[in-house]
């Protein structure tokens, strides 16, 4: 994984670089045939395949009160761009000073004086420079005195819709985790370090580890059947993963408890990665801990009847 993050443009000298640009957030499947026009390029021509990115989203600077929440950190964000052969993923920081640039002084600055850029690929929604004024069509008529060339690549469609990063987040508000796998082209996941709790699934017979997300999108309350990954293990293991209050011990904090259906060992302090399969029910309130118990041993069978299909 090579995550360049620059606090300001400056060149970076890469041969021939076949660049594309956006956010990158979820690094779904509309991402991914960007991804592919350019790595397909960097092959063809013996250049690098690049990522460019901006930290923070653009939008907690010019309208921090409509921010999305995000799908991935900027390392995950790298992880799956690497895996689908990309060379080099720049995070650059976005300014208010940047965002006034007039998108041909943005990309004169950007694309051709920080990344290098031969080819630019960006799909028809593609927006840059003061107000978001620049797009596609202005990439294609400055590119050629700039020095690069440009690469429409279309919208790829689910359910007659192009795929955008907010339709994932809208199906992961509504526990629709099937849908965001639809979208994504795999299984959401968020992951984090497993802290200590308050002891309450052992006390019930069912240990879990609390997870401490370091993804700011997670699912609806409920549970679900999830894979979970330890960093380094060579297979997922089944589980059971509950996001929620706890409304039956009366608590208020959201938790992210796993758990694992095919594991016994001490996971504290370690990092857990939960891949969201199906959503098995909404978060409710029983009467006691023993009913709370019984259904989560109800739980417990039905993710291991969905995984086995999985």
């Known amino acids: 994984m090579s995550l360049v993050r620059l606090r300001a443009p400056r060149p970076l000298g890469w041969p021939r670089p076949a660049v594309t640009v956006g956010n990158f957030d979820g690094v779904h499947r509309g991402h991914q ?42 390392e995950q964000k790298a992880e799956a761009l690497t895996a689908l052969g990309v060379e080099r993923v720049v995070a650059l920081s976005f300014t208010l000073e940047l965002s006034q ?42 590119g050629p005195r700039l020095g690069f060339d440009v690469k429409a690549v279309p919208a790829v469609m689910h359910r007659g819709v192009p795929i955008s990063s907010t339709r994932i987040r809208e199906a992961l508000v509504a526990g629709d985790v099937e849908e ?67 409304p039956t011990f009366g608590e208020g904090r959201t938790t992210v408890e796993a758990h694992l259906l095919e594991f016994d060992g001490d996971l504290y302090g370690r990092s857990l990665r939960v891949e969201f399969a199906v ?23 039905a993710a291991r009847r969905v995984l086995e299909k999985a």
């Open 33 to 74: 045939a960007l991804v592919a026009a350019v790595v397909e390029e960097a092959q063809d021509h013996g250049g690098t395949p690049v990522v460019l990115t901006f930290e923070p989203h653009p939008a907690r600077i010019l309208s921090p009160q409509r921010a999305p929440q995000a799908l991935m950190t900027a």
């Open 101 to 142: 640039k007039a998108p041909e002084e943005f990309a004169a600055l950007v694309l051709r004086d920080t990344v290098g850029a031969a080819l630019v690929a960006v799909g028809p929604g593609f927006r840059f420079g003061r107000d978001r004024s620049g797009s596609l069509e202005t990439l294609e008529r400055v």
């Open 180 to 246: 965001a796998t639809a979208l994504l082209g795999r299984r959401f996941f968020v992951e984090g370090p497993i802290v200590v709790g308050q002891g309450r699934g052992r006390s019930l017979g069912i240990p879990t580890a609390n997870i401490e997300p370091v993804n700011e999108q997670l699912p609806a309350r409920g549970v679900y059947a999830c894979w979970c990954r330890l960093p380094q293990a060579a297979e997922a293991v089944r589980g059971v993963v509950n996001i929620g209050i706890r």
């Open 279 to 301: 959503r098995l029910r909404e978060e409710r309130r029983f009467p006691d801990a023993a009913a709370l118990a019984r259904q989560i041993g109800d739980d417990v069978s």
